[in-house]
T-cell receptor, first 108, second 114 residues
Framework: AQRVTQPEKLLSVFKGAPVELKCNYS??????LFWYVQYSRQRLQLLLR??SRESIKGFTADLNKGETSFHLKKPFAQEEDSAMYYC??????????FGKGTRLSVIA | DAGVIQSPRHEVTEMGQEVTLRCKLI?????LFWYRQTMMRGLELLIY????????DSGMPEDRFSAKMPNASFSTLKIQPSEPRDSAVYFC????????????FGPGTRLTVL
């Protein structure tokens, strides 16, 4: 079965501090992993996906198959990063399965 | 393209009333997903369609919930009768195909059942 676990409901960091949002998954095949973000009063949107291996708004995420993790990282948090972050997994021809989300609060 | 459109944005109703939520897909997309978001459970997939056909409705909580896709660009989610525990934000999303394709979300409908 597909499962995504985000262990932290809320993460508070100071501006300029490093950020790591944790995501672990369970899937028997080769998954595709995503991070979606929901800023205040905005709709949920794709932040990044592991196959593109890109950095978006300073965020990166590396798929670690050995640890079945896809943690989201940013070296220096900014106030505008405050949002709800969802990790999601997709298998072959199956829809996304989302974690319960982590609310990131960046304190000035 | 205005993106995925949902209506109404807010709905307040009394227990026992019928509620209909509406969603318009992005032109050209052929997959449609309905989600429910609550503090306790996060984002839950209720049902999804591919090419107007319901593929998996195992996430629909009860028979009180039903969803239709009368044409390729429009879908409704109906709750009849509504109950206070149905209070949540309901999102629809569309994509080109299922699997690993990006889903584009609507702004959501905040439902409050008194």
């Amino acid at each position: 079965a597909q499962r995504v676990t985000q262990p932290e409901k809320l993460l508070s960091v100071f501006k300029g501090a490093p950020v790591e949002l944790k995501c672990n998954y369970s899937y028997s095949g080769s998954p595709e992993l995503f991070w979606y973000v929901q800023y205040s009063r905005q709709r949920l949107q794709l932040l990044l996906r592991h196959i593109s291996r890109e950095s978006i708004k300073g965020f990166t995420a590396d798929l670690n198959k050995g640890e079945t993790s896809f943690h989201l990282k940013k070296p220096f948090a900014q106030e505008e990063d405050s949002a709800m972050y969802y990790c999601a997994l997709s298998g072959r021809n199956t829809p996304l399965v989302f974690g319960k989300g982590t609310r990131l609060s960046v304190i000035a | 393209d205005a993106g995925v459109i949902q209506s109404p944005r807010h709905e307040v109703t009394e227990m026992g009333q019928e509620v209909t939520l509406r969603c318009k897909l992005i032109s050209g997309h052929n997959s449609l997903f309905w989600y429910r978001q609550t503090m306790m459970r996060g984002l839950e997939l209720l049902i999804y369609f591919n090419n107007n056909v319901p593929i998996d409705d195992s996430g629909m909580p009860e028979d009180r919930f039903s969803a239709k896709m009368p044409n390729a660009s429009f879908s409704t989610l109906k709750i009849q009768p509504s109950e206070p525990r149905d209070s949540a934000v309901y999102f629809c999303a569309s994509s080109l195909g299922t699997g690993g394709n990006e889903q584009f979300f609507g702004p959501g409908t905040r439902l409050t059942v008194l």
